[in-house]
């Protein structure tokens, strides 16, 4: 149990095209679920808490508008980067956690590499 | 500013050795403390700690936190080459299950 799905695993696209990740919760209902991006050979930076039915939390220092967030159904949020440019391109992982406590566990999805050319 | 520490941040040993990683911090409300393995893809869950000085196990790998020192260990013992990941260390700080994650240890376990 606690599966949680990306699409696709990984995405090359052209300089100032948008690109969307999609992450579903395949065995819960995540009431919430998170947004990580990682650099290579760094560690997991938090980008925005995505809630069900409400607009994203974003962390200090993370564009908003470039970095569009919808959470439209208990199973699915969607990333997507607008206007990618090559310092966007890096490692997006999201996880999912069920329920409403603050100690609920966090299950990861396997990740979507993104490359912009 | 929320800090998560992780040392050494990288380490080569040989099959067999017995290793301690370890993460300290600096949060303003702690939750819990999290391990995570993180090989190829996306991190998988090793171990929570909440309480001080109760040591969790699963095999060949064990942790224990102290909320005194603000740090927690987390201890490979026998070392396997399969067990050379990216070790990462995660502060929930409640706010949602926030996690803050450290800059991970870099294992590398040789023949």
């Known amino acids: 149990g606690a599966v949680v799905s990306q699409h696709p695993s990984w995405v090359i696209c052209k300089s100032g095209t948008s690109v969307k990740i999609e992450c579903r919760s395949l065995d819960f209902q995540a009431t919430t679920m998170f947004w990580y991006r990682q650099f290579p050979k760094q560690s997991l930076m938090l980008m925005a808490t995505s809630n069900e039915g409400s607009k994203a939390t974003y962390e200090q220092g993370v564009e908003k508008d470039k970095f569009l967030i919808n959470h439209a159904s208990l199973t699915l949020s969607t990333l997507t980067v607008t206007s990618a440019h090559p310092e966007d391109s890096s490692f997006y992982i999201c996880?999912?956690?069920?329920?409403?406590?603050?100690?609920?566990?966090?299950?990861f999805g396997p990740g979507t590499r993104l490359t912009v050319l | 500013e929320d800090k998560v520490v992780q040392s050494p941040l990288s380490l080569v040993v040989h099959e067999g050795d017995t290793v301690t990683l370890n993460c300290s911090y600096e949060?303003?409300?702690?939750?819990?403390l999290l391990w995570y393995k993180q090989e190829k893809k996306a991190p998988t869950f090793l171990f929570m700690l909440t309480s001080s000085g109760i040591e969790k196990k699963s095999g060949r790998l064990s942790s224990i936190l102290d909320k005194k020192e603000l740090f927690s260990i987390l201890n490979i013992t026998a070392t396997q080459t399969g067990d050379s990941a990216v070790y990462l260390c995660a502060v929930n700080t409640g706010t949602a299950s926030k996690l803050t994650f450290g800059t991970g240890t870099r294992l590398q376990v040789t023949l």
């Open positions: 949060v303003t409300n702690f939750r819990s």
């Open positions: 996880s999912a956690t069920p329920g409403t406590s603050s100690d609920n566990e966090q299950f």
